[in-house]
């Protein structure tokens, strides 16, 4: 606790004395551009690995970065997205899952949380569609890949109870919405991105300027509720192709997700 005294400290001495400002001009309201939704693991820092300032992201986060499906629960996930639409106005919505999530390991061994955490096995409830997906697609699967895939696919999954909700539904089909989906590796850095648009392309390992990337390829909005990405794709990996293909109209499955580091 000394610590964070002391950080408390000097982000009032030292930060905010310089950026005063920014804390001004945030004193009169709120315009964050994207809505965030990740975990509450303490390596993930939304404000960190994205190089925003505060005011610029508006964030929800919970064990797992799940949302209930629409109706589920009345809990605050439903009315934060609720707010980040309809009152600030936010266009793009982030799912970001990451490496070693401990909610993800907890969701592959259910069981071993009945008894110590009643609590977060009845929130794994909502990441029910992961776990089924799981054992009927990825058989073959132990360890660390399970682990690797598990969070992925959770990522797809928390954007299909995203998709439940009427506000969400009702932007995604006038194409006012676009829901990236992404995973962060806390050992390297990188941000995998998951399109369903580019899947033609061949990924490769080449350094593009996301600035001129962004103004050439314009982000195409969501047709059919089709999750997309402004993000150029540096390297494809996992989710292979036998993943979604079956299972839902929603993503075009010959795509995994690529990194972006
Ligand atoms: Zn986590």
């Known amino acids: 606790m000394r610590k964070i005294l002391k950080g408390l400290h000097q982000f009032q001495t030292n930060y905010f004395s310089s950026h005063r400002e920014m804390f001004e001009q945030l004193a009169m309201g709120q315009h964050p551009r994207i809505l965030f939704i990740t975990c509450s693991d303490s390596r993930i820092d939304p404000n960190l690995i994205t190089q925003t300032e ?15 499906p629409y109706g589920a629960t009345n809990g605050g996930e439903g009315a934060t997205i609720e707010y980040a639409i309809k009152a600030l106005g936010i266009r793009d919505i982030i799912v970001c899952g990451h490496s070693h999530c401990g909610a993800i390991k907890g969701l592959l061994q259910l069981d071993n949380l009945t008894e110590e955490m009643p609590l977060v096995r ?86 593009v300027d996301i ?51």
């Open 54 to 68: 505060p005011g610029e992201l508006f964030i929800i986060r919970n064990a797992g970065n799940i949302i209930p």
């Open 211 to 261: 600035d001129e990337f962004e103004a050439a390829v314009p982000s195409p909005p969501i047709l059919d509720g089709k999750i997309t990405s402004s993000l150029p794709l540096l390297e494809t990996m996992t989710l292979p192709d036998m993943a979604r293909k079956s299972s839902s109209s929603t993503y075009d499955l010959s795509v995994g997700f690529s990194s972006h580091e």
């Open 122 to 207: 009845d929130w794994l409830k909502y990441a029910e569609g992961t776990r089924q997906l799981l054992k009927e697609n990825y058989k073959g699967y132990e360890g660390e890949d399970l682990l690797t895939v598990a969070i992925e696919e959770n990522v797809l999954t928390q954007i299909d109870n995203l998709r439940t909700y009427p506000i969400i539904h009702a932007k995604l089909y006038s194409g006012q919405l676009n829901i990236h989906a992404w995973v962060y590796k806390i050992e390297t850095g990188g941000v995998y991105v998951y399109s369903a648009e580019r899947c033609s392309i061949q990924a490769e390992h080449h350094e």
